[in-house]
């Protein structure tokens, strides 16, 4: 009757976090026509003529985004469906019922999450200009608003996902296909995302900014609609599904081990704190404000704090309640405190306001050569303290609670995911806000706002990236610990050569995958870039704002190369395990799945971080220091943030996927492996 009662306790928390995306959507003073004004009615609105065209303006900019956004995402799922139906019907051939059945509906609820959070980004950023207008605080307001209707689809869908198949087969060890599927739709998503939105940001710099001098969200340039399309695309759709797989699969893989622990206490703890985190989001939500001259940043803050506290506070009832003890509560705490940790590691690495990005930014007067050095060696140091304290974590969770522990540590960093989210889903949309306001002309102070605002979206989306590292590499740990569990793994013997083959290989997959993943990029802005020159060259009046660009053939050019060039890394991730598990067994798989944790992380950190900090070395530079824009120092800073963009947007946030699918796949696929 507990389990039962528990149980409903977390539907209706994931019923609760879809009320809360679903009346912010609808709510009238956030989207209502408070905020779109109407330019044939500028009495009615109070507005001035000119001014009621720049908003028609944005109005209409807006749009042109968010249908190219939502054709991106059309074509992609229909690519995707054929491949989640036929994967379905295999597993439930070769593996049962449970396993096929919830790997569909993993993938549907993965895609459903992005789904509806990119239909919510690209209606706010419109909004988010327009609220400029009225000062830091409503634009602030407004983002936030917008990113957490993303935050609360992916743990609302996230948790009624898992309930709605544990309560119809009653097992979470035949539900770990739901995992399986939501981490192949993520990556699919991360990779496609990320060639998509970086072949339009690198030909939109290079051409626009570099070669022909022009602003970055100049209307005159052809790649600007594909690079705000992009934004929504890599940082919204993508980041959406990276952390959603990332969320169930924690929670999936400690629901697992809890059974052959701890029986149906174990089973339903993990969903619980999970249920808990949804409510400690929401409450978090409500402290993100700032008053016109405050920091944005702090109130960000505020509500990540709100959320962390209220979450630990739920974790210490809910330990002592179901285990009679605060074991379970100090795994949980480790996972939560490690994570908000690393976010804050990653802001000092990546943060315009700290030494690393402004020595990067120094190293521009050098040229782009020792930018490039100095931004590399940024990334190698950034790997060392998130390590030590994911070891940290690892070692504290483990010492309470053994490797039930480790699960449920990654469980509570991933806990506060819908604030995380929301938070990360702020940034892109005030990035694109601040291009719509460009490209309509609104006040110039509009611009700032909204350049304050990316800034700190920039960091921002780099902890939110630190955190799915992290967490990436906590709930691979649980993944490995439930797959060696299944196949009778006590350890790992290094004398067997097959193990040191499959670890070699597993070490060498992340560095295929992320130069698969940066080729591809280098690709697709290669034939961006031909296309943005062509049309400077032959469109009459381009340059002098008289000729109208050819926005739909930069949007084309970067869809058919995101569709094509994800298959390749894609299947890498789904075809090693197999490939290893039925040519050298069970223990050179558990080899592949240690080389690739291991590896993987270091790489992900590595990259995620040295481009995150390039950008902001870019930025610090066009605030007027070193120069500023259109100076020697600009161009090589440019050209370091080019380089960053595919590690930080691609490759670097999709191996956190890879090396949680490839243990999920192992974890599925282990009858077959016995």
Not at 246 to 274: C, Q, T
Not at 339 to 368: Q, R
Not at 463 to 482: N, P, Q, R, V
Not at 533 to 561: H, N, V, W
Request: proline share 4%; net charge negative; glycine share 14%.
């Amino acid at each position: 009757m507990l389990l039962f009662l528990l149980t409903l306790f977390v539907a209706a928390t994931g019923v609760v976090a879809l009320g809360y995306a679903f009346l912010t959507y609808k709510n009238r003073a956030f989207f209502g026509r408070t905020w779109f004004v109407s330019a044939e009615a500028p009495a009615e609105d109070g507005l001035e003529p000119e001014m009621a065209e720049k908003i028609s303006k944005v109005m209409e900019l807006s749009e042109i985004i968010h249908r190219g956004a939502m054709a991106f995402l059309y074509r992609e799922y229909k690519w995707l469906l054929p491949f989640l139906l036929a994967v379905g019907v295999l597993l439930i051939y070769f593996i049962g019922l449970a396993a096929g059945f919830s790997f569909i509906v993993g993938g549907l609820c993965s895609a459903a999450a992005g789904y509806a959070g990119m239909i919510v980004a690209t209606r706010t950023n419109g909004k988010t200009a327009i609220a400029a207008t009225r000062g830091m605080n409503s634009a602030l307001i407004t983002a936030f608003r917008g990113g957490s209707v993303m935050g609360m689809s992916v743990v609302g869908i996230g948790v009624l996902g898992i309930v709605v198949c544990y309560a119809i087969f009653r097992d979470p060890n035949l539900i770990t296909g739901f995992g399986m599927g939501a981490s192949s739709i993520a990556l699919f998503a991360r990779v496609g995302g990320g060639i998509y939105t970086k072949a339009a940001d690198v030909g939109a710099d290079l051409v626009g900014k570099v070669e022909a001098g022009i602003p970055e969200d100049d209307p005159r340039n052809p790649a600007v609609i594909a690079d705000n399309v992009g934004d929504n695309v890599g940082d919204i759709a993508g980041m959406g599904a990276d952390l959603f797989e990332s969320y169930v699969n924690s929670i999936i893989a400690a629901m697992a081990l809890g059974l052959a622990l701890f029986g149906w206490k174990g089973v339903s703890f993990p969903m619980v704190i999970s249920g808990v985190g949804i409510l400690a989001a929401i409450a978090g939500t409500r402290f993100v404000k700032v008053e016109d001259g405050g920091n944005p940043a702090a109130a960000l803050r505020n509500g990540t704090f709100v959320t962390g506290g209220i979450m630990i506070a739920g974790a210490l009832v809910f330990s002592v309640l179901m285990f009679g003890d605060l074991k379970l509560f100090w795994a949980v705490v480790s996972g939560v405190a490690v994570g908000v940790l690393i976010g804050f590691i990653t802001e000092i690495y990546t943060s315009g306001d700290y030494a690393s990005v402004k020595h990067i930014a120094h190293a521009s007067k050098t040229g782009p050569a020792t930018v490039i050095l100095e931004g590399v060696a940024v990334g190698m140091k950034s790997t060392m303290i998130p390590v030590i304290l994911i070891g940290a974590a690892t070692l504290v969770s483990y010492y309470f609670a053994g490797l039930y522990g480790i699960a449920c540590s990654a469980v509570g960093m991933l806990s506060i995911t819908g604030m995380a989210l929301s938070v990360d889903a702020y940034g892109p949309i005030s990035d694109n806000a601040g291009g719509i306001a460009q490209m309509s002309d609104l006040p110039p102070e509009v611009r700032k706002i909204t350049d304050k605002l990316d800034s700190i979206g920039n960091t921002t989306a780099a902890m939110g990236k630190g955190l799915a590292i992290g967490s990436a590499a906590l709930t691979a740990l649980a993944l490995f610990a439930a797959y060696a569990h299944s196949v009778n793994l006590k350890a790992i013997d290094l004398n067997d050569p097959r193990v040191m083959v499959g670890l070699f290989i597993g070490g060498m997959l992340p560095f295929l995958f992320s130069a698969l993943s940066i080729q591809a990029v280098g690709r697709a802005a290669e034939a961006m870039i031909d296309e943005v020159r062509r049309q400077f060259k032959e469109i009459p009046g381009l340059m002098e704002g008289t000729g109208k660009p050819e926005y739909e053939k930069c949007i084309d050019i970067s869809t058919a190369a995101a569709l094509k060039e994800m298959v390749i890394p894609g299947l890498l991730a789904v075809l090693s395990p197999l490939a290893i598990g039925f040519g050298l067994g069970a223990e050179a798989l558990g080899g592949l799945l240690a080389g690739s944790i291991v590896t993987g992380v270091m790489l992900a950190i590595f990259m995620s971080n040295a481009g995150g900090a390039w950008d902001n070395a870019k930025k610090h530079i066009e605030e007027g220091n070193f120069g500023g824009k259109g100076t020697p120092e600009h161009a090589a800073a440019v050209v370091g943030d080019t380089v960053g963009d595919p590690f930080k947007d691609t490759a670097g946030p999709s191996l956190n996927i890879l090396i949680k699918l490839m243990s999920v796949v192992a974890l599925v696929l282990a009858p077959l492996f016995i």
